[in-house]
């Protein structure tokens, strides 16, 4: 087998930014952040906006992210005159 083709596949924290819910999986997803875990050890941490914690399927409630705001706030930042 070929070295050094496959990514690095390593356990890395996942916190869900809407609702501050963390977790812990392997994953080969690249990151500078980290986070220092329950065990005291440090992780990669990625963040997300959705998770199964904040999901409106999973949790029953509807929750409004305003990605779009953010879209239409960027372009009016940077727009072209």
Known sequence: MKKDIH???REVVFL???????FMTKSTIE???K???ED?????????????ESHPYYTGK?????T???????N???KKN
């Open 7 to 9: 990514p690095n596949y």
């Open 16 to 22: 869900d930014t809407s609702s501050e819910y963390k």
């Open 31 to 33: 990151t500078n952040d």
């Open 35 to 37: 986070i220092e875990w």
């Open 40 to 52: 005291g050890k440090e992780y990669p941490l990625v963040k997300i906006e959705i998770s199964s």
């Open 62 to 66: 509807k929750m409004y992210l305003d």
């Open 68 to 74: 779009a705001g953010r879209v239409e706030k960027f």
């Open 76 to 78: 009016r930042k940077y």
